[in-house]
């Protein structure tokens, strides 16, 4: 699975996106789409844990945290919530 996070801060990079999540497990990937036209990045990402046991927890911990003065949000990647269900 893969986790959706969103609501980041444009000023955010995988390092604090790393930071965020090295309580949970090591990460496999992260994905941060940038707005080339803004040159900066969109202000979400996706992220894939090397335990998808502990995505329940990064969500249940994360979801509405302050960070870097953003509320950010967690979800599973494909729930119908996220605006990339499907």
Not at 9 to 33: C, H, M, Q, R, V
Not at 53 to 72: A, C, F
Request: proline letters at 3%; a neutral charge.
């Amino acid at each position: 699975m893969t986790i959706y996070m969103s609501n980041i801060s444009y000023k955010a990079t995988k390092e604090d996106i790393s930071e965020l999540l090295e309580e949970f497990g090591g990460i496999l990937n992260i994905t941060i789409p940038k707005d080339h036209a803004k040159n900066r990045m969109r202000g979400y990402a996706f992220i894939v844990l090397n335990d998808p046991s502990q995505e329940n927890k990064v969500i249940d911990n994360l979801h509405n945290m302050q960070h870097m003065g953003r509320t950010i949000r967690v979800e599973r990647a494909n729930s119908e919530k996220s605006p990339y269900f499907g």
